[in-house]
T-cell receptor, first 110, second 114 residues
């Protein structure tokens, strides 16, 4: 059974700082997704990573995928308050369904 | 392109009643997925459907829960005889036909059982 683990579960960081969220998964997959969820809202798609070594960047967020290590990272550069949300990674298990990680609740404070 | 449409947004049911949640996929999308999110948790897969077919229901509770995606109309997730533990946010997602990728999520239905 595919398992997806994220760490940390909670992240409180100061504005302007950098940090990385990690997503490990337990079986082979070539597709990994990152989503953002604000409280009481739906999921907003951030990145789709489709191959080993894929790197994508949007604003202060950058995501990468290492399929050999079964690891994806979401790096936050110079955090701002607007990035406060819960971030989920999700793995396409080649069975046409997504398996989600536990989520990382990010809070950025002044 | 209206995206994935779910209704109702909020649903309150008394214990023992039935809950019906609806999902219309994005135009051109033929695959529908239902996920459940309990408070402070991630999303858990429930069921994957194509038109008139249930492809994978491995995440569905064995009793009281059912799903369909008829030839015409939205996909329906039905919960019979609801209990307090069914209170959660239920999200629907759709994706294009096989060979393509990408999931689009609806805004969710928040079910509260009182």
């Amino acid at each position: 059974e595919l398992k997806v683990e994220q760490n940390p579960l909670f992240l409180s960081m100061q504005e302007g700082k950098n940090y990385t969220i990690y997503c490990n998964y337990s079986t082979t997959s070539d597709r990994l997704y990152w989503y953002r969820q604000d409280p009481g809202k739906s999921l907003e798609s951030l990145f789709v990573l489709l191959s080993n070594g894929a790197v994508k960047q949007e604003g202060r967020l950058m995501a990468s995928l290492d399929t050999k290590a079964r690891l994806s990272t979401l790096h936050i550069t110079a955090a701002v308050h607007d990035l406060s949300a819960t971030y989920f990674c999700a793995v396409d298990a080649n069975t046409d369904k997504l398996i989600f990680g536990t989520g990382t609740r990010l809070q950025v404070f002044p | 392109n209206a995206g994935v449409m779910q209704n109702p947004r909020h649903l309150v049911r008394r214990r023992g009643q039935e809950a019906r949640l609806r999902c219309s996929p994005m135009k051109g999308h033929s695959h529908v997925y239902w996920y459940r999110q309990l408070p402070e948790e991630g999303l858990k897969f429930m069921v994957y459907l194509q038109k008139e077919n249930i492809i994978d229901e491995s995440g569905m509770p064995k009793e009281r829960f059912s799903a369909e995606f008829p030839k015409e109309g939205p996909s329906i997730l039905r919960i019979q005889q609801v209990v307090r533990g069914d209170s959660a946010a239920y999200f629907c997602a759709s994706s294009p036909p096989e060979g393509l990728y990408g999931y689009t999520f609806g805004s969710g239905t928040r079910l509260t059982v009182v």
